[in-house]
Each structure stands twice: as C-alpha cells, then as structure tokens.
C-alpha cells in the first residue's frame, strides 16, 4: 500500500502564493510518477503537474505552466507544489497521486494512469 497525505491548502486573494505539500509513506518503490490534479465542483478531475522521480521529466497543464513548479524531496520522500501568482479559477481540490512509469521512466498524465491518492487539500482563491 502507498499513503498520500497532503497538506498547505487554504484561502488566498488572487495573486498570491500557496505551497502545498505530500508526504508519502508504505511501498513507493515502485512508483516513480508523482503528480497533482484538481477538481471543481462541476468538473472533472483535471491533471495540474506531473513529474518522474526516475527521469527528468516534468508536465504542467497549459493553464499553470509558469505559475506552478512541481518538485520532490527524496529524502523526505515528500511531493510539493509551489504555486504563485493564483487565479481565481485555480480554486478546487488539489490532490496527490503516485503511479508506475509507462516504460523507461516516463509518466502518462491522466488521471486513470494513477493508483494511488490522498485525500485532498481544498484551495480557494478569491479575487
């Protein structure tokens, strides 16, 4: 089993900053893709970044792309997310999941790809 507890969420005015943070416990070994998604009400989960701990790999989806910086401390086996400059729209839940490479060390980056997920940590940004 792979435990996924994230934390760092809350309430934020438009343009500030948030770091959200997830730590990992059990059997990780195997599971070298680390990513967030988030999901509004009304919508469907959605993938934020996702990186490979195995290679240097890294996604952001078009819409956070030089706003958000995906990053991982092995030693603290813990996933984080810098986000800055935030937008109302980033407002949702934000969760952490782990799952295995497609091959060679590369992550697909839907959310069907990942097995493992926390419980959430709620962003509410307002303007």
């Known amino acids: 089993q792979v435990q996924l507890v994230e934390s760092g969420g809350g309430s934020v005015q438009a343009g500030g900053s948030l770091r959200l943070s997830c730590a990992a416990s059990?059997?990780?070994?195997?599971?070298?893709?680390m990513g967030w998604f988030r999901q509004a009400p009304g919508k469907a989960r959605e993938g934020v970044a996702v990186?490979?701990?195995?290679?240097?790999?890294?996604y952001y989806a078009d819409s956070v792309e030089g706003r958000f910086t995906i990053s991982h401390d092995k030693a603290k086996n813990t996933l984080y997310l810098q986000m800055n400059s935030l937008k109302p729209e980033d407002s949702a839940m934000y969760y952490c999941a782990a799952g295995l490479t497609k091959g060679f060390g590369y992550c697909n980056t839907d959310s069907l790809s990942f097995g493992d997920w926390g419980q959430g940590t709620q962003v509410t940004v307002s303007s």
């Open positions: 990186m490979s701990t195995l290679r240097s790999f890294t």
């Open positions: 059990g059997y990780t070994y195997s599971r070298n893709c």
